[in-house]
């Protein structure tokens, strides 16, 4: 039987190291999974077919989705890199079955969005409500989801993965989000721009990786 683990990083840097950390543990790429905000394009702004993504006034990227890129492929999950559109969380780029079953039948669609529900997919794959909704709001102002599928005899060692490369605790951000006045994850929000996701991230001391260049994958 296995077990789905998911932490949120507020460092796309972070959540890259415990990814190929996990990768070298020998975590087969199909039970892995990243989701990261893009809201600078620090990850690019085109497809691998080199599309342009287009943002639409609720912050999701509207094209650019193909279903190579959001399911990952050969050279590690990073490879597999893709622009995608969740509703809520603004614009983001993916890949791995988190990302899948988030969008659901709209992977690949022709000229059109990938939609779904990230809450979803996250209970569906055995988060509680709670998770769920910090998990996707943490990506929304600015995080990284890092998911992977694992035996239970390997939970210990993969939780150790992810919490030695600075995971965020689930249950202390979404106490911290609550003293604002946030209530739970909500897709029809508006997406956080750049400088509210610089501000989020300057909240928790991460604020130096928005400011920088483009990043690689």
Do not use: C
């Amino acid at each position: 039987m296995s077990k789905t683990i998911t932490r949120l990083f507020d460092n796309y840097s972070d959540a890259k190291t415990a990814l190929v950390d996990l990768e070298t543990l020998g975590i087969p790429h199909d039970d892995l999974s990243i989701v990261a905000n893009n809201v600078d394009g620090a990850h690019g702004d085109r497809d691998r077919d080199g599309d342009h993504g287009s943002v639409n006034d609720h912050g999701d990227v509207t094209r650019g989705t193909s279903t190579g890129a959001v399911l990952g492929g050969a050279g590690g999950l990073l490879a597999g890199l893709g622009l995608l559109a969740i509703p809520g969380l603004g614009p983001i780029v993916a890949a791995g079955w988190l990302a899948a079953t988030a969008a659901g039948a709209g992977i690949g669609a022709l000229g059109g969005a990938a939609t779904g529900s990230i809450v979803g997919a996250l209970k569906n794959a055995g988060h509680s409500d709670e998770e769920a909704h910090v998990y996707s709001e943490g990506v929304r102002r600015g995080g990284t989801l890092l998911s992977a599928r694992v035996p239970e005899d390997r939970v210990n060692e993969v939780e150790q993965v992810l919490q030695r490369n600075n995971a965020v605790d689930a249950g202390t951000r979404g106490s911290a989000y609550r003293q604002d006045g946030w209530n739970g994850f909500d897709e029809n929000a508006p997406a956080y721009s750049h400088d509210e996701v610089l501000a989020e991230r300057s909240r928790y001391g991460t604020a130096n990786e928005l400011t920088g260049a483009r990043s690689s994958f």
